[in-house]
């Protein structure tokens, strides 16, 4: 059974940080790419952010870009998002989620998602 657990989300102000974790179990974790969704109140979902399988190599979207790092570690079967220079509108719940296979980390059809984690920043 797999399953993604978020971790580290909270409230904080514009211009604080975050570091979201995601741990994943009963999946070969490096056969896998991580990414990150958010989902804002009356918005539909979005991409944020996507790490590639074996190597690491990671996506973003253009609104995080520069502010927000992911990275993964196949030993421990966790992925992070790590959020800098928070705004207001990066409130949403953030998901984790991942899917072997072919590399299109923008697409949303990711095999598993986890339950997510709300993250708030006030202004």
């Known amino acids: 059974q797999v399953q993604l657990v978020e971790s580290g989300g909270g409230l904080v102000q514009a211009g604080g940080s975050l570091r979201l974790s995601c741990a994943a179990s009963?999946?070969?974790?490096?056969?896998?790419?991580m990414a990150w969704f958010r989902q804002a109140p009356g918005k539909e979902r979005e991409f944020v952010a996507a790490?590639?399988?074996?190597?690491?190599?990671?996506y973003y979207a253009d609104s995080v870009k520069g502010r927000f790092s992911i990275s993964r570690d196949n030993a421990k079967n966790t992925v992070h998002l790590q959020m800098n220079s928070l705004k207001p509108e990066d409130t949403a719940v953030y998901y984790c989620?991942?899917?072997?296979?072919?590399?299109?980390?923008?697409?949303?059809?990711?095999?598993?998602w986890g339950q997510g984690t709300q993250v708030t920043v006030s202004s």
């Open positions: 790490a590639r399988d074996i190597d690491g190599i990671t």
């Open positions: 989620a991942a899917r072997s296979g072919w590399w299109e980390p923008e697409r949303d059809d990711y095999e598993y």
């Open positions: 009963g999946l070969a974790f490096s056969t896998f790419h």
